[in-house]
């Protein structure tokens, strides 16, 4: 991975916006402010390595998720080590992205409004962009159409097709044919791309098999829809989906083009209650939330970060430390305890913990403070909380 090249951060921004960065390139670790979002470059560029050489070495394009991390500086990187763009959940999110100069954005969700959808448009007239989002109704198509229209542009479109996560996408090989069509008569503001084929829920399946078996019966199901779009005379040149958790089932199956992971340049526990799956590499825990003790007592010690700096939805998070456990959390407080052998820890002593889920924890902040060692290599601002809209 590159190095970063950015210049520091420096001043302080107005309170009323964001708060001044944790930390500046060059501190050493103890001297970050707390709680503080913490990503270990060593371990994200091994990650980022990994799962980029398995995806090329099977045919597969990396579309890096920048849901996951929200921050542009991070996708600049993922797009240097060989990402062909970044995907998003939100139109918001693909604004900071595209003002941060990312030119391949692919939102993978379905946009209703015909504010968003204009708003989608007016992105797609940026010079050298290349913007997608994905439909499963044709009053999406209807709505995209105009708004490119009014705006000048061109968006493509992927069917979403429910391979299992039983979320959003057509159901019936006749419904994506529907939608096909009104694609084709709304040329040329949008044009079909591919399909959306994600099955989130297989990758947070614990066994190995269970996942490779989940992921070849959405295989199974992508293949049926692409062939009664082609059988039709459309075209599909993408089929876009797979994950961290079950990136080697995507890149074995012969079906997807593209790799949708996100979570793999950050890590959290949930992914790593996984068994391990002998094809994938081993990804290492790169994200972190660095917190200070503040408070001691004989059977517990009490950090300064609780609910407002990590996401809880896949559980408490986890001493880095095995001999100290993590037995709840407040709004503004974690409280842990000892377990045998456990070292006492010294009032304002920095310790990390490691989340249960990474996207909604690194939605909690506003900088991600980006180390190597024992320094401070840079600091980056995530995107405002604002562009979830």
Known sequence: MPTDTSPPV???PDPGVLLAPPAR??????????????????????N?????AQAVAAGLAVRAHGKAHRCPRLALRQIAAGAVGICVQKVGEAEGFAAAGVRDILVTNEIVSPDKCLRLARLATLPGMRIATCVDDPLQVERLAAACASAGSRVDVLIEVDVGQQRCGVETPSQ???????IDRAAPHLALRGLQAYHGRAQHLRGAGERAEAVARAAAVAREFRAALEQAGHAVSEISGGGTGSFPNEAGAGVWTELQAGSYALLDLDYRANAVDPAAPRLRQALGVMTTVISRRAAHAVLDGGLKSFAV???LPAMRDPRWKVVGLSDEHTVIRPLEGAAPLALGQRVILDPGHCDPTVNLHDWI?????NTVEAVWPVLPRGASR
């Open 176 to 182: 994506a044919l529907a939608i096909a069509e009104a």
């Open 313 to 315: 939805d896949s559980g």
């Open 10 to 12: 420096t001043g302080r």
């Open 369 to 373: 403070v980006a180390y190597r060692g």
């Open 48 to 52: 980022v390595a990994a799962l980029h």
């Open 25 to 46: 390139p060059g501190d050493p670790l103890d001297a970050i402010d707390t709680p503080a979002l913490l990503l270990d470059l060593d371990a994200s560029d091994a």
